[in-house]
């Protein structure tokens, strides 16, 4: 929810204003000189230099910084760090305890004059000095291709510095450098990638929005030329560690970056697969957190609910309709004049609140509201006269910086301000006190401000303007202004990315205290780490098919960001959405990993029981979700130990084929459940690439597609369905349908035995208790189950489960009732079954189906129930096929 939308008239104006600043961004700065190599050391891990100023560079960006320092490490195998600063004096860095990372003092041993390239046995990295005039080359040293590779014209200046490196335009594919909505999720050449937060809505295309994150991803289609080791596939990652402002400049031949202060701090990632450079990203910026069970149910939203009465209205609507409900979510509505932590008196009293809340717990479901960062200046209102007791709001001119949200004047609390987390803390346990939410949605937080404020000094109109809004409208616009000052004399200038992230962090931190459970988090503004302490959604997204397409290449990139927990607005926030829209909305939102329906005040209202056919769709998408909650739930768990994302792009499984590189239309859960949804109205078809392998429908389980290579399909889409398949070599675990995830975790289980071409499969089951703060700590308990599947010979399939972890499941009596084995080589149907439990013969209920057929022949599926495998106990499951 942002700030109101400009005139129409302002954006006609700023149309013609962003011409003109595109020919000026685009335009050279006649950047000459650089730097020279005076002096280089270096250990078995840790390269330094010094660099000397070689030539001027453009006055009218400020002087020229004389002499810098070069630090290279290798941090680990696969990761190799590169800063480069001031020599002579200290500059403003992304503090340690936003991202906890080495010093250069770990790594210094033993240094030596000479040696310009820093190398070990163990790494594929390998790092160069090169001299007269300076610059570096990162290189992979299995393929000899070079990863980075930077010109002579480093630009170094107190407010200015700017770095390029060259690319392979042949062969790199870039993923990344958010937060923006873009047409496609593989970045586009010629396009400016502008970091800089803002309460932009994510309707706007190209335009930088909430978060900033100064990663990429770099996809190669083949080794260089005379390079040895595999062909294409190769992924590493870059990290600019920098929470200034930022245009990042994508070429397609090069890289550049023009920032507006801060140090030049550069992570290498050196894969080489998708999943190893998110694993090593993650490591140095820090796990995802785990999400509770709960918040991978359904969510509903709307700003612009009347009462407590319309609330009732809508939970016992979708109960009526038979549609799941998870969490019911209140916007700003529920405030008194929008202050936080107050209830209006009159629509949303306490008494009549606090009773529907309990009626949800009762039901096993959850409630959660907004909060904003602003707080109203008024003397009668506890949170602000706690707050001025205490000191704790952001700066600007000598007093508090006053800006104007939706309370009205609005003073912002300073988070970078140790005693802001206690206070905050304070402040949302006396409310839960009132009402026990269960979780928070922080909003707002670039942070967001009505008014423009006045230019106080250099901070707020710097030599280079970075492209903000599109039109370079000045960095305090809409926000704190620039020279406001926080906690330790930190200006807003340096720290304005870091707000959401910091906010974020005092918010999970409440919650855990105050509740002793997981925490949930939704925040609009994020940062590198986010992940670490909350969930994200795309933001003020339109009610438009565009949209709808947009909301998949966000959610691809969130998850390189390690934040996994992520999802649109379905059906659309701004605007007024169709029926149709609104149907085939839900059977993609059905599969985000956070699937909410929210919608903007004075729109159509959009909830999914309010037209049958998107009820239908909804039944059908949502109790497909909640079959597989088992398997997202592990790939939270995933997410959590190894940054994997939950939704993922198909390169991700299959790096190796190129034709997956620019595929945004469809994505995976996992490694192995593709979706593949209607995304045009009118359509009653997808055109879908399948890589090689087969892929089974997770409907009916028939064989859909078996190729050899990847091929295109066009397959049906019915009005009230959305293509889902799973890949051979999976196994999956579903449990059964249920309104609520409690009531789903009840039911037996099912594991779907997807063979592969070779005859195999495997798959992994995690479970706890969905709600305990760690996930897999050492005081929590938690089971991992890990199942492989084989065709052993002809008419015979073996499926075992081998119990990695368990301290979790014993404590439960859950069961495998039904085990489906797909992709049975059968020629003709079998006459009968034997089915043999750890050895022992079994009365098995099982059936046989034809699922289609391959070049090698029929296959079938079984349906093998009648079972009591307990989950947790390691078993072995033989089907024989009699003929």
């Not at 909003?443 to 000094?457: A, G, H, Q, R, T």
């Not at 149709?580 to 005040?601: K, M, N, T």
């Not at 597609?705 to 397959?715: D, F, P």
């Not at 997807?754 to 005081?779: I, K, Q, R």
């Amino acid at each position: 929810m942002g700030s109101p939308p400009p005139s129409t008239a302002a954006r006609r104006g700023g149309f013609f204003f962003l011409w003109l600043l595109l020919v000026f961004a685009l335009a050279p700065w006649g950047v000459d000189g650089g730097y020279n190599v005076a002096s280089v050391a270096r250990s078995t891990n840790l390269l330094e230099a010094r660099l000397g100023l070689a030539g001027g560079t453009a006055a009218a960006l400020g002087p020229d910084v004389q002499s810098l320092s070069l630090t290279a490490s290798l941090e680990t195998d696969s990761r190799l760090h590169v800063r480069i600063t001031d020599a002579d004096g200290p500059r403003w860095e992304v503090p340690q305890d936003v991202i906890p990372r080495p010093t250069r003092e770990f790594f210094l041993e033993g240094q030596r004059p000479g040696g310009r390239v820093l190398s070990t046995a163990s790494s594929d990295l390998t790092f160069t000095v090169h001299n007269s005039p300076f610059r570096f080359t990162v290189s992979r040293r299995s393929t000899r291709d070079v990863l980075f590779d930077t010109s002579s014209s480093l630009v170094f200046k107190d407010k200015y510095l700017e770095v390029t490196s060259s690319l392979p335009a042949d062969r790199a594919s870039l993923y990344g450098l958010g937060e923006h909505t873009k047409r496609t999720f593989r970045l586009q050449r010629n396009d400016t990638f502008t970091l800089w937060n803002s309460d932009i809505a994510a309707g706007n295309v190209d335009l930088n929005l909430y978060g900033s994150h100064p990663f990429y991803m770099d996809l190669r289609s083949a080794p260089p030329r005379g390079g040895s080791g595999a062909g294409a596939g190769a992924a590493h990652g870059v990290l600019l560690l920098n929470s200034n402002g930022m245009d990042v400049i994508y070429g397609g031949s090069y890289v550049t970056y023009k920032v507006i202060g801060g140090v030049l701090d550069f992570y290498f990632f050196a894969g080489p697969s998708p999943l190893a450079v998110v694993d090593q990203y993650t490591q140095l910026i820090g796990r995802p957190a785990p999400m509770p069970y709960w918040s991978f149910g359904f969510h509903q939203c709307r700003y612009g609910y009347k009462n407590v009465a319309d609330l009732e209205g809508v939970v016992a609507g979708y109960s009526k309709a038979k549609i799941p409900l998870e969490v019911m979510w209140t916007d700003i509505d529920y405030m008194d004049a929008f202050k936080d932590f107050t209830l209006d008196p009159v629509n949303f009293p306490a008494d009549r609140l606090r009773p529907f809340v309990d009626s949800l717990h009762r039901n096993d479901q959850k409630y959660v509201i907004i909060l904003d960062p602003g707080i109203n200046v008024n003397g009668t209102y506890g949170t602000f006269t706690r707050a001025m007791q205490q000191d704790i709001f952001v700066k600007w001119n000598g007093s508090n910086y006053l800006g104007v949200v939706w309370p009205g004047k609005v003073y912002f609390p300073d988070f970078l301000n140790p005693r802001v987390a206690e206070f905050w803390a304070q402040e949302i346990a006396a409310f839960r006190r009132t009402i026990p939410v269960d979780g928070l949605w922080i909003d707002m937080n670039e942070i967001s401000n009505f008014v423009d404020p006045p230019l106080l000094n250099a901070l707020d109109d710097p030599p280079y303007r970075i492209n903000n809004s599109g039109v370079r409208r000045p960095i305090g616009n809409k926000t704190v202004p620039a020279s406001a000052v926080h906690y330790g004399g930190v200006v807003e200038y340096n720290a304005h990315n870091l707000y959401g992230f910091l906010e974020a962090r005092a918010t999970h931190a409440a919650l855990l205290r105050d509740t002793g459970l997981r925490p949930f988090v939704l925040s609009r503004s994020t940062f590198v780490g986010s992940g670490r302490y909350t969930a994200h959604w795309t933001g003020d997204n339109f009610a438009t098919w565009d949209d709808l397409h947009y909301s998949i290449n966000t959610m691809l990139s969130f998850g390189l960001f390690g934040i996994p927990m992520i999802g649109a607005d379905i059906c659309g926030f701004g605007g007024d959405t169709t029926e149709e829209l609104c149907s085939r909305w839900i059977q993609l939102g059905a599969f985000y990993p956070f699937s909410r329906d929210h919608s903007a005040v004075g729109t159509v209202r959009r909830e999914l029981y309010l037209w049958e056919s998107v009820a239908r769709s909804a039944r059908k998408a949502l109790g497909l979700r909640y079959r597989l909650l088992p398997y997202m739930y592990t790939l939270m768990y995933e997410a959590h130990t190894t940054g994997a994302p939950i939704a993922r792009p198909l390169f991700f499984s299959y790096p190796h084929d190129v034709q997956t590189y620019g595929v945004d239309r469809q994505f995976l859960l996992g490694r192995g459940v593709l979706v593949s949804p209607v995304l045009e109205p009118g359509a009653t078809t997808v055109d879908a690439y399948f890589p090689a392998g087969r892929w089974f429908s997770l409907y009916d389980f028939s064989l859909a597609v078996a190729t050899k290579t990847g091929k295109r399909v066009t397959l049906p889409a019915p009005a009230d369905t959305v293509n889902v398949h799973v890949a051979g070599g999976s196994i999956i675990p579903l449990q059964q349908y249920a309104l609520t995830t409690l009531r789903a975790r009840q039911t037996e289980f099912h594991l779907l035995v997807a063979l592969s071409d070779d005859g195999t499969a495997s798959g992994d089951l995690f479970l706890d208790d969905g709600e305990s703060p760690e996930m897999v700590g050492a005081g929590s308990k938690w089971s991992l189950i890990k199942f492989s599947g084989a065709a052993e010979s002809s008419g015979v399939v073996r499926v075992r489960s081998h119990v990695v972890h368990n301290s979790y499941a014993p404590s439960r009596t859950l069961h495998i009732a039904k085990v489906v084995l797909m992709g049975l080589q059968s020629p003709a149907p079998p006459k009968g079954f034997a089915v043999y439990a750890n050895g022992v013969k079994v009365n098995a209920n099982t059936t046989f189906a034809a699922a289609g057929n391959t070049e090698n022949g029929a296959l079938g599926v079984a349906h093998v129930g009648g079972l009591s495998l307990v989950v947790g106990q390691e078993f072995d499951l033989k089907v024989v096929m009699t003929h």
